[in-house]
């Protein structure tokens, strides 16, 4: 989906909200394997995933790991003050979906912000001070708020849209005939 594209057939701008996937994940990350045991084929749903990624030409290695993004999440809002939000969602979707890298590391985290010329050392400090942890939290309870469950979602007005979509369901979404 060209994002861009949406926003002038439209007249939109968008508001990225960020969402607590799984946040009681360690550091180090969890298996998927342990996270969704007995509750669905995680092959399965990684091969579908993989699938539907390369059919909208995303990228999407076979990942084994969940892991952290509560750190990715506030520096995403000092990329967004800063001007580079996209750039910064970009690089830590390539990161994570392509790449398989855990981005609760502190070390993979600044490694991206320094690929998009930000400042590691400002990117730590932005951390440990908290900065941005009540824009986060304020996110978080916007999500539950309207009900989102898992990523992506889209919202707009009460309608939301769940998952990788094609261009046509973010029409339907819009125009209100989203089933």
Request: aromatic share 10%; charged share 25%; proline share 4%.
């Amino acid at each position: 989906m060209r994002i861009e594209q949406l926003c002038r057939e439209f007249e939109l701008s968008l508001r990225w909200t960020v969402f607590p996937l799984h946040p009681e994940t360690p550091l180090k990350g969890r298996e998927l394997s342990d996270l969704f045991a007995g509750r669905m084929n995680v092959p399965k749903v990684m091969a579908d995933l993989k699938t539907m990624a390369e059919s909208l030409g995303l990228p999407f290695a076979q990942r084994t790991h969940t892991y952290n993004s509560r750190h990715a999440q506030e520096l995403g809002k000092w990329a967004e003050q800063l001007g580079q939000g996209g750039a910064f969602r970009d690089a830590i979707y390539y990161a994570y979906f392509g790449e398989r890298r855990n981005i609760a590391k502190v070390s993979e985290l600044t490694a991206i912000c320094e690929s998009l010329d930000l400042s590691s050392v400002d990117a730590v400090q932005v951390l440990d001070e908290g900065r941005f942890s009540a824009e986060v939290d304020a996110d978080w309870n916007r999500a539950r708020t309207v009900g989102i469950s898992s990523v992506p979602s889209h919202v707009y007005e009460t309608r939301v849209l769940v998952g990788f979509q094609e261009y046509p369901a973010f029409q339907k979404l819009i125009k209100g005939s989203l089933l």
